[in-house]
C-alpha cells in the first residue's frame, strides 16, 4: 500500500499539471497568435520547467495534449495552412554554465563517447521562425512555423523583403537542390521597431511590446503593402533537410547559404570545446548591448550534420542543440506608489511605480506586480528599494525588495476595499488571485471593454487605438459599445487632434465593422474566458449570435474545449438584461454577422477523426499527422469511439483487432495513400 502521504502528494501534482497546462496553453496563444503576451520569457520559461519538472517526476501524468508536447502556438484562421515536411523544432533552454555542460554530457552519453563533438555557436536572434521553400532555385512557398507541424501560408508577405532572394544563386556547380527549405528567423531591427511605434503612437494606435511582436504583427498582415512598408529582415541559420545541399556541417551549411544569396546570423563560431562556448557566450552577451537586432541567448549546435542525424530529435527539440539563454537584466530603483488599475472584467490589478532606471538600455518607470498575493509573498513596502528586471525583453518586473537598504520608514502597502475608479466595494472570490470590482457599469470597466472592442483583439477598428477611445469616452461621445456605432464624421472632425480626412477614414472603418463574423464579435465582447480560442469554437458550433445566446451550460459544455468556467460565464452574460438591451441595439444599428467562415468545412477529411498504429513505410508519423490535419482531419491518440479510421503501418499493434471489434474503418498504408491522394487540395 503506498503511504497516504505519496498518494496526497501525486493528487497536489496532477491538480498543479493541469492548472500548468491551462496556463501555458493560455500564454502561448497569447504569444504566438495574438502576439501580445502578457508575462516575461521567464516568467513563461518558469512555468514550463515547474511543468517539466514535475512530468519527470510522475511520467504517467503527462497527457497527451501537454505542451511539453507539442512546439507552441496555432495557426490564425486567415491564412492558408501550410504542413512543413520537416517539423519545425524549438529549443531546450540552457539558463546557466552548469546546463551547457549538462547538454555537452547529454550529447557524449547519447553518442556512447567521452570526446565533445565540434560545436557552433551562434546568436539566438529574437525574430520569428519562417521556412522558405525554393523549388529549382525558384521561391515558391514561404510560412510561418505555427504550431510546428502546420505553419501558415504567408509566400506574399515575405516576398516584400529585400534580404530573400526571389531566386537562388548556385553556390557552387550542381549544388542547389531541386528543393530547398531555407529556415531562419526575420526580424525588425531596434530603430526600426522604435520608428515603427513613433508613427504608431501618432496614429493613436496600439504599439508592439517589442521588436518580436512588431516583426511578427508585420508579418501576419493580410494586406502585403503593410509588410512591404517595415523594414523587416531575413537571417537564415538552416535548412529543413541538409541532405541534398551537399555539405556535412553546421558552418559549411551556412557558407552554402550566404553563396545562394541569404543573410546571415553574424557572429556566429565553431567552438572545439566548452571553454570555447562558454567564452563566446560571454562575448555575445557584452556584444549584445551594441548589436542592431535582438538577441537572448545563444544557439549551441553540433557542428556535424551526420552526428545530427544520430541524435535525432525529441518531441519538441533536436537533441543537437540548446539554447543558451542570456540572464536576465536587472537593476536597482525605488519603489515609489503602487497604483492599482481595474480591467476590462474588473480585475484590480496592482502596478509598481518606480524611480525611472535604465535597465539594460531601456528606462523603466512602472512594473507589474501581478496580483495581491504576490506584493505579500515578496514582503513589498512603499519605499523600499527594489530589484527590477526585464527578462529578454517585454514587461518589466519587480523581483524582490532589497531588505537590507531598509531604513525603517517604509510602509505597508495598502490594497483598496473598494473600486479606485466607482468606490464600490471589491470583492475576492474563493479561489482566485485577484478583488474585481462587481459594477457593470465601472466607468473603467466600461473604457476598458471599449478599448478592447475596437482593438485588434476585437473588431480591429482602424484608427480607434486606445488614446482615441479614452477620447471619445472623456468627451462624452461614447458611453457603450453600440455608441461607437452612432458616431458622425462631423463629431469626430471637431475633437482635438482630429480632421476631415481622419474622421472620415474612421467612419469608413466603423462602418466596415458592421459585417463581422461571428467568432469575431463573441471574441471582441470581452466576455470573461471567452478569448479568440472559444469564440471559435462556439462560432462553430453554432450557427448564429442568437443560438449561442439561447444555449444552456449543458448545450455548451458538449463543445470539446469549452470547460464549466467559460459556459457559466456565457450563460450569465447573455442572461444579462444589459447584454440583451445591447445586442438589440446592435441589430437596429446594422450590425450584421456574418456566419462563420468554412474553415475546413469543405475540407475534404472534416468530421474524421484518424488513428496510427504500426510503422509506415512512406511517412512519419509526423507527416503522416500533418497531411491528415491540413486536410480537416482531427487526430486521436487512443482508440476511443469518437475515431472513424485506423490507419495501419507494418506491425500494428492490439489498436488493430480492437478496432476490427469496434467496426471501424481500417487503412492500409496504400489506401491512406490514396485517400490523401484523391482528397489534395494543391498541398504537397
Ligand atoms: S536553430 C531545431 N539557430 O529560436 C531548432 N534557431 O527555440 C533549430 N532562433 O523559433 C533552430 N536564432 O527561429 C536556430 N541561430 C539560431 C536561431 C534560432 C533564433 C529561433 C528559432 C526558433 C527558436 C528555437
Not at 531596434?190 to 493613436?204: D, P, V
Not at 503593402?225 to 551556412?254: C, I, K, N, S
Not at 482531427?634 to 469518437?642: D, Q, S, V
Amino acid at each position: 500500500m503506498k503511504p497516504l502521504l505519496q498518494v496526497a502528494e501525486k493528487e497536489r501534482a496532477r491538480r498543479r499539471l493541469a492548472e500548468l497546462r491551462e496556463q501555458i496553453s493560455y500564454h502561448d496563444h497569447r504569444y504566438y497568435v495574438l502576439d501580445s503576451p502578457e508575462i516575461s520569457d521567464a516568467e513563461y520559461d518558469l512555468l514550463f520547467r515547474e511543468l517539466k519538472d514535475l512530468e519527470e517526476r510522475y511520467p504517467d501524468l503527462v497527457s497527451s495534449d501537454s505542451p511539453s508536447r507539442r512546439v507552441g502556438g496555432a495557426p490564425l484562421a486567415q491564412f492558408a495552412p501550410v504542413a512543413h515536411r520537416q517539423p519545425m523544432l524549438s529549443l531546450e533552454n540552457a539558463f546557466n554554465e552548469g546546463e551547457i555542460r549538462d547538454f555537452l554530457v547529454r550529447l557524449g552519453r547519447f553518442l556512447h563517447t567521452d570526446q565533445v563533438p565540434i560545436l557552433h555557436a551562434e546568436p539566438k536572434l529574437d525574430g520569428l521562425a519562417v521556412e522558405l521553400v525554393y523549388e529549382d532555385g525558384v521561391f515558391s512557398l514561404g510560412s510561418t512555423r505555427g504550431d510546428g507541424l502546420t505553419g501558415e501560408n504567408i509566400t506574399a508577405n515575405l516576398a516584400t523583403i529585400g534580404s530573400i532572394p526571389a531566386r537562388l544563386q548556385a553556390p557552387a556547380p550542381g549544388m542547389l537542390p531541386a528543393r530547398l527549405e531555407v529556415r531562419g528567423e526575420v526580424c525588425l531591427s531596434i530603430a526600426g521597431f522604435r520608428e515603427l511605434n513613433r508613427q504608431r503612437a501618432e496614429a493613436s494606435e496600439a504599439l508592439f511590446a517589442n521588436p518580436r511582436n512588431a516583426a511578427a504583427g508585420s508579418l501576419r498582415q493580410l494586406d502585403a503593402a503593410v509588410t512591404a512598408a517595415r523594414p523587416l529582415e531575413f537571417f537564415a541559420y538552416g535548412v529543413g533537410d541538409a541532405a541534398d545541399f551537399g555539405v556535412a556541417t553546421q558552418a559549411e551549411l551556412l557558407a552554402a547559404l550566404a553563396g545562394a544569396g541569404f543573410q546571415l546570423i553574424p557572429h556566429g563560431r565553431t567552438c572545439p570545446d566548452l571553454a570555447t562556448v562558454i567564452a563566446h557566450f560571454h562575448h555575445l552577451a557584452e556584444l549584445r548591448r551594441e548589436l542592431p537586432y535582438e538577441i537572448d541567448g545563444m544557439v549551441i549546435k553540433v557542428n556535424d550534420l551526420a552526428l545530427q542525424q544520430r541524435l535525432g530529435a525529441k518531441a519538441r527539440s533536436p537533441r543537437w542543440a540548446v539554447a543558451a539563454k542570456f540572464a536576465a537584466v536587472q537593476a536597482t530603483t525605488v519603489l515609489v506608489r503602487v497604483e492599482f488599475q481595474v480591467g476590462r472584467t474588473g480585475a484590480v490589478t496592482p502596478v509598481a511605480r518606480l524611480e525611472p532606471v535604465s535597465v539594460g538600455g531601456v528606462t523603466v518607470s512602472r512594473a507589474t506586480l501581478h496580483n495581491e498575493d504576490e506584493i505579500r509573498r515578496k514582503d513589498l513596502r512603499l519605499g523600499d528599494t527594489v530589484v527590477v528586471q526585464r527578462a529578454g525583453e517585454v514587461i518589466p518586473e519587480v523581483v524582490k525588495p532589497v531588505v537590507e537598504k531598509r531604513s525603517g520608514a517604509e510602509q505597508a502597502i495598502q490594497l483598496p476595499a473598494a473600486c479606485p475608479e466607482c468606490a464600490t466595494p471589491l470583492v475576492r472570490k474563493e479561489g482566485e488571485a485577484v478583488r474585481r470590482c462587481p459594477n457593470p457599469l465601472c466607468p473603467a470597466q466600461r473604457l476598458r471593454s471599449l478599448i478592447h472592442f475596437c482593438s485588434k483583439a476585437g473588431l480591429d477598428i482602424e484608427g480607434l487605438g486606445k488614446k482615441a477611445v479614452e477620447q471619445l469616452v472623456q468627451t462624452g461621445l461614447v458611453r457603450d459599445i453600440p455608441d461607437i456605432y452612432r458616431l458622425r464624421a462631423e463629431q469626430l472632425a471637431e475633437l482635438e487632434g482630429w480632421g476631415e480626412k481622419s474622421a472620415a477614414n474612421v467612419i469608413a472603418a466603423i462602418a466596415a465593422a458592421k459585417r463581422t463574423r461571428l467568432a469575431r464579435l463573441l471574441a471582441a465582447l470581452g466576455i470573461r474566458h471567452v478569448g479568440e480560442v472559444n469564440a471559435q469554437l462556439l462560432a462553430r458550433r453554432f450557427p448564429t449570435l442568437e443560438a449561442i445566446s439561447q444555449a444552456e451550460e449543458e448545450d455548451l459544455l458538449e463543445i470539446d474545449g469549452v470547460g464549466p468556467q467559460v459556459a457559466a460565464s456565457l450563460v450569465s452574460f447573455f442572461r444579462d438584461p444589459a447584454t440583451e438591451e445591447m445586442l438589440a441595439q446592435l441589430r437596429d444599428l446594422g450590425l450584421e454577422i456574418l456566419p462563420e467562415e468554412a474553415r475546413g468545412e469543405n475540407l475534404p477529411l472534416q468530421g474524421r477523426v484518424f488513428l496510427f498504429t504500426g510503422t509506415l513505410e512512406h511517412f512519419s508519423r509526423d507527416e503522416a499527422k500533418a497531411r491528415v490535419k491540413e486536410r480537416g482531419g482531427e487526430i486521436a491518440t487512443t482508440l476511443n469511439r469518437k475515431v472513424t479510421d485506423l490507419v495501419c503501418g507494418a506491425k500494428p499493434g492490439s489498436k488493430l483487432t480492437k478496432a476490427r471489434e469496434l467496426a471501424i474503418t481500417i487503412l492500409e498504408e496504400a489506401d491512406f495513400q490514396r485517400l490523401l491522394a484523391g482528397s489534395s487540395q494543391g498541398y504537397v
